[in-house]
């Protein structure tokens, strides 16, 4: 989630990657990661990108 938050200062490949990185070693699962971004008021932002890896 905090590579998403500053995605402006570490870039948004860096974010993309951490993503990637999160579901190839299988540490979270969609609704895992939907319920953070929920919590953390970072859901409208990681949307597309949870659609698009799910």
Not at 1 to 21: T, W
């Amino acid at each position: 989630m905090d590579c998403f938050k500053f995605r402006n200062r570490i870039g948004l490949d860096v974010a993309l990657e951490a993503l990637s990185q999160l579901r190839r070693e299988r540490r979270a699962s969609n609704d895992e990661l939907w319920r953070l971004a929920s919590q953390l008021r970072m859901a409208n932002v990681m949307r597309p990108y949870l659609e698009s890896v799910a």
